[in-house]
């Protein structure tokens, strides 16, 4: 009797001590691998340095002397000085400053719409992969028609009828895009559940929460962050379309977006207003769309030849 | 390969319905009450009550939709609200245009994509792949609205050598004039597409080439144009069909945003005046009718791709021909 080993729950301190350690040295790896692989190649590191210096330009507007909403009918259209560096607007704005506060919003909404892409989208899909069957079948054609439907077009009508604003703007957006993660998140997923550490972790007696939030959602990581990069771009992108039909950021709040409807009035006789806010889009764009695509490259090795 | 078609069918109906019902909900759900449009303070409340009974405006949600989608169905799509026309001659009336744009900017995307891919992919990592590559970033990341501006701003406002807007000049009804109106509306909207195709043909191309019927092929001693025209550029077409047809969406979509630049008189711009009215009809009708384009495209090039390529239908139940 007294030989009988006693199984308590102090039994797997060993063994959920050691799993930690090992789960944390695995979500070091990660974001390690991505600095590194981002360290080597040139334009990622271009990519990183113009989108940190944007960020913090955006965030630093409010220091600019001017008022972004002051309208001022004297200073209207003036050209580039040493004052207004990107000139003033038709209400006598100045521009650079109204880019600035531009930017604050179109990278607010960018960023608001991935994360709620991002976490609809990871918990749908590893739901549905982890759990498997019937109800695997259901979310996955649930899923396969939102991706089959015409989101812009939806998106416009929508906007048309709900109260215009970057709360709805940030739904609509994320509404329209978690569908693509759920489908990756899942596919990784179900590899990830035969692969024998989780079984040996379901095994030892681990909830099936605990599976999917310690073993499962670090392990999609990778994948999970080249989707928010894209999809920051996505968003973005959107943005500006919805808002440059006027169906997004509503006046006197400007994206760059609504800044380039504004500019469309003023398109022949001072284009000018047109250029800076498309190149911010394009640079932000530009900067996710890379950095996504390189971190995919440097994260799954099989697609590099 | 018919469970599969069947399958597929079943898929495009279901997302018709779910789209219809989804607009009509918003339409409904939507704050502010459409009947405020049509009916006047100076009304009395009889007055009222008949214009909203007249709209169909008294009964339930699912009353309306369906009355609605039971007119659909047969072809019906309506009366707009604001000019109290008929839908169906309006749309068919602007139709042309848009399908004018959308497919001459299909074909300009393949036009400049085939080549600049195949050489891409070909001519792998030297300077011309690069610039090519780094261009078909550019493009993919562009706002298509904001580079017709540029284009617009280019040639004019500087050069002046293109109209701005329209498909006319007021009183000139030639060809060459509709031409000159359509070259940047039609790169504007061709612009996006280029950039993925290129991409994907350049990627297929790289693929298609360290197969091993091109060793064979260049053993029997095959010139490389001949393995790239004859063999290389047959497999990497197949994928773009599917590829063009996943691309009706954006196309559609773009279209309408490249209408409203440069206020080319098709369905977007129709549909456009008629969200500023909440001309529901109208508005459903433009939903419906490009919802369907887009699926319907879809679902053809679903079918035709697996028809096509043999390595699908070996998967399917009834093999091969």
């Given at each position: 009797m007294e030989n009988n080993i006693v199984i308590t729950n102090d039994s797997f301190a060993k063994l959920e001590k050691k799993k930690t350690v090992e789960v944390s040295v695995e979500r070091q790896s990660v974001w390690k691998d991505i600095w590194k692989e981002l360290r080597k190649n040139k334009v990622a590191m271009v990519s990183v340095v113009l989108l940190a210096i944007l960020i913090i330009a955006v965030l630093l507007a409010p220091l600019s002397p001017y008022d972004p909403y002051k309208l001022d009918a004297s200073q209207k259209l003036q050209g580039i000085s040493s004052s207004h560096?990107?000139?003033?607007?038709?209400?006598?704005?100045?521009?650079?400053?109204?880019?600035?506060?531009?930017?604050?919003?179109?990278?607010?909404?960018?960023?608001?719409?991935?994360?709620?892409?991002?976490?609809?989208?990871?918990?749908?899909?590893?739901?549905?992969?982890?759990?498997?069957?019937?109800?695997?079948?259901?979310?996955?054609?649930?899923?396969?028609?939102?991706?089959?439907?015409?989101?812009?077009?939806?998106?416009?009508?929508?906007?048309?009828?709900?109260?215009?604003?970057?709360?709805?703007?940030?739904?609509?957006?994320?509404?329209?895009?978690?569908?693509?993660?759920?489908?990756?998140?899942?596919?990784?997923?179900?590899?990830?559940?035969?692969?024998?550490?989780?079984?040996?972790?379901?095994?030892?007696?681990?909830?099936?929460?605990?599976?999917?939030?310690?073993?499962?959602?670090?392990?999609?990581?990778?994948?999970?962050?080249?989707?928010?990069?894209?999809?920051?771009?996505?968003?973005?992108?959107?943005?500006?379309s919805l808002s440059f039909l006027g169906l997004g950021v509503q006046i006197p709040r400007a994206s760059w977006g609504s800044m380039l409807q504004g500019a469309q009035a003023h398109i022949l006789d001072y284009p000018l207003l047109a250029v800076y806010p498309g190149v911010m889009i394009l640079i932000t764009v530009l900067s996710f769309n890379l950095l996504g695509d390189i971190l995919r490259n440097a994260l799954e090795p099989k697609i590099v030849e | 390969m018919w469970k599969y078609c069947l399958k597929k069918t079943a898929q495009v109906v279901i997302v018709m319905i779910l789209i219809s019902f989804f607009s009509f909900a918003i339409v409904y759900f939507a704050p502010g009450d459409i009947s405020d449009?049509?009916?006047?303070?100076?009304?009395?409340?009889?007055?009222?009550?008949?214009?909203?009974?007249?709209?169909?405006?008294?009964?339930?949600?699912?009353?309306?939709?369906?009355?609605?989608?039971?007119?659909?169905?047969?072809?019906?799509?309506?009366?707009?609200?604001?000019?109290?026309?008929?839908?169906?001659?309006?749309?068919?009336?602007?139709?042309?245009?848009?399908?004018?744009?959308?497919?001459?900017?299909?074909?300009?995307?393949?036009?400049?994509?085939?080549?600049?891919?195949?050489?891409?992919?070909?001519?792998k990592n030297s300077w011309l792949d690069n610039l090519i590559s780094s261009l078909a970033y550019m493009g993919m990341s562009i706002p298509s609205f904001w580079f017709g501006m540029l284009l617009i701003i280019v040639f004019a406002a500087v050069l002046k050598v293109l109209p701005s807007s329209g498909m006319h000049t007021v009183g000139n009804v030639s060809a060459f004039d509709t031409f000159q109106h359509m070259i940047l509306p039609c790169i504007t909207l061709s612009i996006g597409h280029v950039a993925v195709y290129i991409r994907y043909i350049r990627a297929n191309t790289i693929g298609q080439l360290s197969e091993e019927y091109v060793l064979t092929a260049e053993a029997k001693g095959d010139s490389q144009t001949k393995i790239l025209f004859r063999h290389?550029?047959?497999?990497?077409?197949?994928?773009?069909?599917?590829?063009?047809?996943?691309?009706?969406?954006?196309?559609?979509?773009?279209?309408?945003?490249?209408?409203?630049?440069?206020?080319?008189?098709?369905?977007?711009?129709?549909?456009?005046?008629?969200?500023?009215?909440?001309?529901?009809?109208?508005?459903?009708?433009?939903?419906?009718?490009?919802?369907?384009?887009?699926?319907?495209?879809?679902?053809?090039?679903?079918?035709?791709?697996?028809?096509?390529?043999?390595?699908?239908?070996?998967?399917?139940?009834?093999?091969?021909?």
């Open positions: 560096w990107f000139g003033t607007d038709e209400y006598g704005r100045d521009y650079f400053t109204r880019t600035l506060y531009g930017g604050r919003v179109s990278l607010l909404v960018g960023f608001m719409s991935m994360i709620m892409t991002v976490v609809i989208g990871t918990s749908l899909g590893v739901f549905s992969g982890y759990v498997g069957g019937k109800v695997d079948m259901f979310l996955m054609s649930f899923t396969d028609i939102f991706l089959a439907l015409p989101s812009m077009l939806l998106m416009v009508i929508l906007n048309t009828f709900l109260k215009p604003g970057l709360p709805t703007l940030i739904v609509v957006l994320s509404l329209f895009s978690w569908a693509s993660v759920a489908r990756i998140t899942r596919a990784e997923t179900m590899s990830l559940k035969e692969r024998d550490f989780v079984v040996a972790t379901q095994n030892l007696g681990a909830s099936n929460f605990r599976v999917i939030v310690k073993h499962i959602i670090p392990n999609i990581l990778g994948p999970v962050i080249v989707a928010a990069s894209l999809s920051v771009a996505n968003a973005i992108l959107m943005e500006s | 449009m049509y009916v006047n303070p100076e009304m009395t409340e009889e007055q009222k009550a008949n214009v909203i009974a007249q709209l169909g405006l008294d009964k339930s949600m699912t009353e309306q939709y369906f009355a609605w989608a039971k007119r659909a169905v047969h072809g019906d799509l309506g009366v707009s609200l604001s000019n109290k026309s008929a839908v169906w001659p309006q749309f068919m009336q602007r139709l042309p245009a848009t399908i004018i744009l959308m497919g001459s900017s299909m074909i300009l995307s393949l036009l400049l994509a085939i080549p600049l891919g195949l050489w891409s992919g070909y001519k290389v550029l047959k497999n990497t077409l197949l994928p773009i069909i599917t590829l063009m047809g996943m691309n009706l969406a954006s196309l559609v979509c773009g279209s309408f945003i490249v209408e409203s630049v440069f206020g080319w008189p098709g369905i977007g711009t129709f549909a456009m005046s008629a969200i500023g009215s909440r001309d529901y009809p109208v508005i459903m009708a433009y939903v419906m009718l490009s919802g369907f384009l887009l699926v319907v495209g879809n679902f053809i090039a679903d079918l035709l791709y697996a028809f096509v390529d043999p390595r699908i239908k070996r998967g399917g139940a009834s093999g091969g021909k």
